[in-house]
């Protein structure tokens, strides 16, 4: 089992800057792949960034390409995710999921954590 709690939400102007961080809780974290993912007001949930369960390998959706950096610290169990650049466009409620690494589907999520990007 791991548990999922997302920190670092919060009001930021467009083109400021925000990091948020998950931690993680559960024996396997080093071995999962995590990613996170955002819903913005009346849209779906949609894919933002992933990495590996070494840390080497991360793929980023288009929109956010260049602006935002996922990285993990599995001696402290937690995902990071720099978001630079911010745009109104990336309001949403952000959130960390964790799956296994030869799953397909992500399994465990957390509670999320809304950021808001003023224009």
């Known amino acids: 089992q791991v548990q999922l709690v997302e920190s670092g939400g919060g009001l930021v102007q467009a083109g400021g800057s925000l990091r948020l961080s998950c931690a993680a809780s559960?024996?396997?974290?080093?071995?999962?792949?995590m990613g996170w993912f955002r819903q913005g007001p009346g849209k779906e949930r949609d894919f933002v960034a992933a990495?590996?369960?070494?840390?080497?390998?991360?793929n980023y959706s288009d929109s956010v390409k260049g602006r935002f950096t996922i990285s993990r610290d599995n001696a402290k169990m937690t995902v990071y995710l720099q978001m630079n650049s911010l745009k109104p466009e990336d309001t949403a409620v952000y959130y960390c999921?964790?799956?296994?690494?030869?799953?397909?589907?992500?399994?465990?999520w957390g509670q999320g954590t809304q950021v808001t990007v003023s224009s």
């Open positions: 999921a964790g799956r296994a690494a030869t799953a397909s589907e992500y399994k465990y």
């Open positions: 559960g024996r396997t974290f080093s071995s999962y792949a």
């Open positions: 990495i590996g369960w070494s840390g080497r390998k991360t």
